[in-house]
């Protein structure tokens, strides 16, 4: 099934989402592939495969602000700012993101 977050980037939360359409985290059941965009600050992230998906065997990936795309195989994505937006410096802006998955 193809997935999104949206059209536009959205904020990081500061944990991950636990269940569909919660903040932090896409359903994306039978993808492939992924697409992400991190804008402003790092978030750290995970494949679940399964229904309900797992996240035991899938490392965290510490994603940098970056374009990344590539074959993955998942059926969810958990995501959240690498840094909660209380511990952030003065002026500086909280994670946002945009991922898209292919089926």
């Known amino acids: ?29 039978g993808a492939q592939a992924i697409t992400m965009q991190v804008f402003n600050a790092s978030i750290v992230w995970q494949a679940g495969i399964g229904s309900p998906p797992l996240f035991d065997d899938s490392p965290e990936i510490n994603q940098a602000p970056a374009y990344r795309s590539g074959p993955l195989r998942c059926d969810a994505i958990r995501y959240r700012a690498a840094v909660p937006a209380a511990q952030l410096p003065a002026g500086q802006t909280q ?7 292919l089926p």
């Open 95 to 101: 994670a946002t993101v945009s991922i898209d998955t």
């Open 1 to 29: 099934m193809a997935a999104s977050t949206g059209a536009l980037p959205i904020t990081a939360p500061d944990s991950y989402g636990t269940r569909s359409g919660q903040p932090g985290w896409l359903t994306c059941v």
